[in-house]
């Protein structure tokens, strides 16, 4: 059973920085797509970053410029570097991986529990 564990949440000035990390326990056989979703009070989920898994990254535009996804496959973790933070950002930050098998037969979607970032102005 793979579970994905995340860290780093918390409270932080506006103009700071946090970065959270995402691994996963457990053996993931597959191709792996990582990505950062984050809901705000009262907001629909949205998709702030994302990593494939030849390394290719996408934005929310709302975040270019201020956050950065990286991943270590070797740790099957994944990270999210925030700067330049402001009360915008605050909300629940949840990892995602979608694993495809090598030959695309099948897939899997795992979610991590979600960490609390809050950004005070």
């Known amino acids: 059973q793979v579970q994905l564990l995340e860290s780093g949440g918390g409270l932080v000035q506006a103009g700071g920085s946090l970065r959270l990390s995402c691994a996963a326990s457990?053996?993931?056989?597959?191709?792996?797509?990582m990505a950062w979703y984050r809901q705000a009070p009262g907001k629909e989920r949205e998709l702030a970053a994302r990593?494939?898994?030849?390394?290719?990254?996408r934005y929310a535009d709302s975040v270019k410029g201020r956050f950065t996804i990286s991943r270590d496959d070797a740790k099957n973790t994944v990270y999210l570097q925030m700067n330049s933070l402001s009360s915008e950002d605050t909300g629940v930050y949840s990892c995602?991986?979608?694993?495809?098998?090598?030959?695309?037969?099948?897939?899997?979607?795992?979610w991590g529990q979600g960490t609390q970032v809050t950004v005070s102005s």
């Open positions: 990593i494939s898994d030849t390394g290719s990254t």
């Open positions: 995602y991986f979608g694993v495809i098998s090598h030959d695309g037969t099948w897939r899997d979607d795992y």
């Open positions: 457990g053996m993931i056989v597959g191709d792996i797509d």
